[in-house]
């Protein structure tokens, strides 16, 4: 087949594309400011401003990373040929935090007081992507995890812990959290693309959750590390010094479970994420936790 996939260049979406290149013939589209896996054509340009970018080609599929607007999906699909198939990695953020956990796929979607704006803007790329591709599949994932990982979550304890550093947990650190990995979306992805299920829009995750004292634990044992902690109470905003929001939730996957039997063991998926991250420690975004803590906690 061939796969368009937006972005391509970093953590998802360059995953994505590794693991297809050699299955398809994968095309990706970016502004070419970063480095491009191998073995793949990139069609350069802003999804805002195609032009006849895409005018001359075909795809069989989009696998969509890279949407978080109303607007990105509608400049994209304005500038496309027909397509058998279109996927949209969405996210967990479209669900009220008021909703009954764990969340399904049938419940309203609306505001989340911890993800905003962003929640909202998936919700309206949601609905314009299916009022126009009535097939497309929307995927939601809960956090997401893995090798490629650029975004500050399980490579801040993996930083922590080479520098044998104390990790400073939130009160008694038995809020969970509910984690997918990056191979496990693809594997999906390609179920979809070949299957073409009935059900359209799919929440996904590992089914056991887990909570901050265990997920801290794990990545202090892929690193060989002794880990030593420090709880924190009575401090109101959690991120200043730890890399997830105080939020609990549960997302059914029951209809995940129908096609995808399996999903990745916890400790294997965060090994491969710390023995990419040994290689690749520049390529994190960093936030400023380990400044705050070493101000503000110590």
């Known amino acids: 087949m061939k796969l368009l996939?937006?972005?391509?260049?970093?953590?998802?979406?360059?995953?994505?594309?590794?693991?297809?290149?050699?299955k398809h013939d994968v095309y990706v589209l970016n502004r070419g400011t970063r480095a491009q896996e191998d073995g793949i054509t990139l069609i350069k340009a802003d999804r805002h401003m195609l032009k006849d970018s895409l005018k001359n080609y075909h795809f069989d599929a989009i696998i969509d990373v890279c949407a978080y607007t109303?607007?990105?999906?509608?400049d994209l699909l304005d500038s496309i040929n027909d397509v058998k198939d279109y996927i949209f990695i969405s996210s967990s953020a479209v669900y009220p935090s008021t909703n009954t956990l764990p969340f399904t796929e049938e419940q309203i979607?609306?505001?989340?007081?911890?993800?905003?704006?962003?929640?909202?803007n998936k919700i309206a790329a949601e609905k314009v992507l299916l009022k126009r591709v009535s097939h497309?599949?929307?995927?939601?994932p809960p956090y997401l995890y893995g090798p490629m990982q650029n975004i500050y979550r399980e490579p801040f304890v993996f930083e922590c812990a080479l520098q044998n550093r104390k990790f400073y947990i939130p009160n008694d650190g038995t809020m969970?959290?509910?984690?997918?990995?990056?191979?496990?979306?693809?594997r999906i992805i390609e179920i979809i693309?070949?299957?073409?299920?009935d059900n359209h829009i799919f929440n996904v995750g590992n089914k056991e959750l887990i909570d901050i004292n265990k997920f801290v634990e794990i990545c202090y044992e892929v690193t060989g590390k002794k880990l030593e902690t420090v709880h924190i109470y009575n401090y109101d905003?959690?991120?200043?010094?730890?890399?997830?929001?105080d939020y609990e939730y549960v997302l059914d996957i029951s209809k995940q479970k129908q096609i995808l039997l399996q999903t990745k063991d916890l400790n294997q998926g965060l090994q491969e994420s710390f023995e990419w991250y040994i290689h690749h420690q520049n390529d994190v975004v960093r936030k400023n936790y380990?400044?705050?803590?070493d101000k503000k906690l110590t």
Not at 13 to 21: D, E, G, L, M, N
Not at 109 to 120: F, R, V
């Open 5 to 22: 996939i937006t972005g391509g260049t970093v953590f998802v979406s360059r995953f994505i594309t590794k693991y297809f290149k050699t």
């Open 70 to 74: 109303k607007q990105d999906i509608d």
């Open 109 to 120: 979607t609306g505001y989340n007081t911890i993800w905003k704006e962003y929640g909202l």
């Open 136 to 140: 497309a599949y929307i995927i939601r």
């Open 176 to 186: 969970k959290l509910q984690f997918f990995h990056v191979e496990d979306l693809c």
């Open 193 to 197: 693309l070949d299957k073409h299920p």
């Open 237 to 245: 905003n959690q991120r200043d010094y730890f890399c997830f929001y």
């Open 290 to 293: 380990i400044e705050f803590i």
